[in-house]
């Protein structure tokens, strides 16, 4: 039987009820949410299921969302199942003042890293990784950058003086 | 560290440290690093026992920068990102553009797309399996294949005007159609690259000394490759037939016959083979694509963009001349077009494994959260699991053979 989003939500819901919720489809790639306590149990289950086998961590990164209140960040999840070709995408939000996530790393070793940029830039706190330090920016950085408190420079400031580019 | 050698034949002088292995720094500019990273290799004589990569020498904040730039003025951001094949990275960001924003291509851009990312996609493999020559003391190679990326840079030239950092094509096509030049340069590619290909091939697959070096250094298993989320030739080498070209055909790739050529274990000779062997793919690929090019009659012969007023940029003689046009390229330059609400995941196959643009339109000018899945950074996690035990010469052929690139690994 092909893999469909139908029936992945249909066991989804099965196994965890109300807990997983707003399912949608934007472009044809299912989209539900978790409580970030289930992060973790959720990911082994579609890992370990036998009809869903979505073992491939695509990839792994947060958005900033400042005006929800108590879960301004979102921490995305891309899977892949390699076996039936089907991708989906799977968040959990934390509220910025504690952003404690379960780390993924047992169960995917890509995550490492993708763990440690996310934390760098948006400053989420995941719980059991080996080795979460900064990895683009340099460490001595006491702000996480990618959040929307930090805009970029104003690009029609005049009162700075660079010699070099004469603005 | 019970794997170090204890060395009880040497009596260390009184008073001197007792620590018996060497830390070593690989990089940040080193020759052999190819790129601005750097490793920090513990060794015990000539083996490794451990390594930390340090990544991030040359990171610009691109995602941030995405944050305030409208879609034509991301397109250079993704030329920096693997530069050895800025077509690719190019071409995925305007595919995404386009899927969110619902234009439709014509066949005829989607296959003339398809001729320059394969070639893009030739010139990075080639540069990357001439390197791993270049590493095992075999320089010929290298001089001899850079003629053809040298001819290759020319047929973008030809078509955009740049070199290494593209900035290709437009939002629904290209910015210009291909001139009677560039389709020359094409033929004349293809009627004289097989040949060299073949004679690159003479110079390494065989050949006693390149074949030691290679065999056998930093392999990796089909299950710990997808684990560590190796995408691309490096997740082939290794066995498993993944090719986002065939899984989500974009751009038409679901017209074209093409093979995924896979290895078996996943070692510096495997990945060599499995590069080589997609150069003639990208090869056949690309003698289809011209076929059908050339196939086109009437109108259709000479469509390069797709008809999408609202996000096309209008041509330059009527921006010149034309009030209408010159408001519309303002418009689509400074970002004051609507753009859909959405958010979308969008794959391609870029030369180095799966690149992914993951985008979230609030409908504001700017992308509210652009984020690049960049496949050279998720699998260089695995260089100290692949190295550990090697000698301190395979690490760098592991380096070369991975097809690290700094830009791509840094945003």
């Not at chain 1, 921490?75 to 799977?90: E, G, K, T």
């Not at chain 1, 830039?121 to 006491?142: A, Y």
């Not at chain 2, 008809?307 to 041509?315: I, M, N, Q, R, T």
């Not at chain 2, 870029?350 to 700017?366: C, H, P, Q, V, W």
Request: hydrophobic share 40%.
């Amino acid at each position: 039987m092909a893999l469909n989003n139908d029936y992945i939500k249909q066991r989804l819901t099965e196994k965890f009820g109300e807990q997983v919720q707003h399912f949608e489809e934007p472009y044809g790639m299912l989209t539900f949410e978790a409580p970030k306590e289930l992060n973790l149990k959720v990911l082994q289950f579609l890992f370990d299921d036998e009809t869903l086998q979505f073992r491939f961590l695509t990839d792994l990164q947060a958005v900033h969302y400042p005006d929800e209140k108590g879960r301004e960040l979102a921490i995305v999840y891309h899977l892949h199942n390699m076996v039936d070709n089907v991708r989906l995408r799977f968040k959990v939000f934390t509220s910025i003042g504690q952003p404690d996530i379960f780390s993924a790393t047992a169960l995917y070793a890509a995550a490492n890293w993708m763990e440690r940029e996310t934390y760098d830039f948006f400053g989420v706190n995941f719980i059991g990784h080996p080795n979460l330090k900064r990895i683009l920016n340099v460490d001595e950085m006491d702000y996480f950058p990618m959040r929307k408190e930090y805009p970029l420079e104003d690009q029609t400031r005049i009162d700075k003086d660079d010699e070099m580019f004469g603005r | 560290m019970s794997d170090v050698i204890q060395h009880k034949n040497i009596r260390l002088p009184e008073g001197s440290i007792e620590k018996q292995t060497t830390t070593l720094n690989l990089g940040p500019t080193h020759p052999a690093t190819h790129g601005v990273f750097q490793n920090i290799l513990e060794l015990d004589g000539e083996r490794i026992i451990s390594a930390e990569q340090t990544v991030g020498y040359i990171h610009r904040a691109f995602e941030k920068l995405a944050e305030r730039r409208p879609l034509y003025q991301i397109t250079p951001l993704t030329d920096r990102l693997n530069y050895c094949s800025a077509p690719i990275n190019n071409m995925g960001w305007h595919l995404t553009c386009e899927k969110l924003l619902g234009v439709q291509t014509p066949k005829r851009v989607d296959y003339l797309r398809v001729i320059i990312m394969e070639l893009a996609r030739i010139s990075d493999h080639l540069i990357c399996n001439s390197i791993v020559g270049v590493d095992t003391g075999a320089y010929t190679g290298f001089l001899y294949v850079m003629q053809y990326r040298e001819l290759i840079y020319e047929i973008y030239e030809e078509v955009c005007g740049s070199r290494l950092t593209t900035n290709i094509g437009r939002v629904g096509g290209f910015e210009r159609d291909f001139t009677a030049t560039a389709f020359e340069k094409i033929e004349k590619f293809l009627k004289e690259y097989p040949a060299v290909l073949k004679e690159f091939e003479n110079l390494f697959s065989r050949n006693r000394i390149f074949m030691e070096r290679t065999i056998g250094a930093g392999p990796i298993s089909a299950e710990r490759a997808l684990n560590y989320g190796f995408t691309g030739p490096n997740l082939r080498a290794a066995g498993v037939d993944y090719d986002v070209r065939i899984h989500s055909p974009y751009s038409s790739y679901e017209d074209f016959e093409f093979d995924i050529p896979v290895g078996s274990t996943g070692d510096c000779y495997d990945r060599f083979l499995v590069r080589n062997q997609e150069m003639w793919q990208s090869l056949r690929i690309i003698e289809q694509a011209y076929r059908k090019v050339q196939e086109f009659k009437g109108a259709e012969a000479s469509v390069y963009h797709a008809d999408a007023p609202e996000y096309y940029l209008p041509e330059k003689k009527d921006v010149y001349t034309k009030m209408e046009a010159l408001i519309w390229h303002f418009k689509i330059v400074m970002g004051e077009i609507d753009i859909p609400k959405g958010e979308l995941y969008f794959p391609v196959e870029g030369a180095n494994g799966e690149l992914g643009f993951y985008l979230i339109s609030d409908g504001g000018r700017t992308p509210y959260r652009l984020h690049f899945r960049r496949p050279c950074f998720i699998y260089y996690q695995a260089f100290e699991e692949i190295t550990k035990g090697a000698m301190l010469s395979d690490a760098i052929i592991v380096m070369s053979s991975l097809n690290l690139i700094a830009g791509e690994m840094d945003a």
